[in-house]
């Protein structure tokens, strides 16, 4: 339950990474503290620039036979990892 818009989109090209527009309740986006206008730099080390890029990296990281996945998420105040589950 993530929603989310290039960061150059929302930011007006100031921002690099993709924010987090929108999280659903109970979700396990939500469980792992994601807001609204957080903003993801990397996935599984990977650089992030669109909602595809969240998306590849993703898909090769369970590929890869992996069962979470490292995001490293900008909020308001700073820049920390999250791990979350991929299924």
Known sequence: GL????ADAVAGGRTKGVVVTGVAPDSTAEDR?????????DVGGK???SVGDVRKALKDAKSDGKHDVLMRVKSADATHFVAVPIG
Do not use: P
């Open 33 to 41: 503290g994601f807001r609204s206008g957080d903003v993801i730099l």
């Open 3 to 6: 929603k989310a818009a290039t």
């Open 47 to 49: 650089s992030i620039s």
